[in-house]
């Protein structure tokens, strides 16, 4: 049987985005103010971070692989990377508030295989 997928809640796909969106600021504003071989450790550094908390965060997600390899070169990490892959992650995967009791609501409809009464006609 497979594993069933952990689905975040609405506080960790915000928290994940908040934290793509800082760290794209970061490396768009901030970083290239400085000499472009003085920061790259850091630049670097920031990537590995950024990708184990967001995988700890809303769980993997292939779409962190090409936004880690687009953040080794240099460049295109100029491109918001992080916050497009953690909004394509998170697309309409917020968990639902459990219902009263904690049970899932089941919608149900009655149907009958009992035509009923005719029209007089």
Excluded: Y
Aim: charged fraction near 20%; charge should be neutral; proline fraction near 10%.
């Amino acid at each position: 049987m497979p594993a069933r997928e952990r689905l975040p809640d609405a506080g960790q796909v915000r928290a994940a985005r908040v934290l793509a969106i800082a760290a794209d600021i970061l490396q768009i504003v901030v970083f290239p103010v400085f000499a472009p071989g003085v920061v790259s450790p850091w630049n670097d550094g920031l990537d590995l971070l950024v990708a184990a908390a967001l995988t700890r965060l809303i769980g993997w997600h292939w779409a962190f692989l090409p936004s880690f390899a687009a953040e080794l070169v240099p460049g295109l990490d100029l491109v918001p990377t992080w916050t497009a892959a953690v909004f394509f992650a998170t697309r309409g995967k917020r968990r639902r508030a459990p219902a009263a009791g904690g049970r899932d609501a089941i919608d149900t409809e009655v149907v009958s295989s009992d035509p009923g009464p005719k029209a007089p006609g």
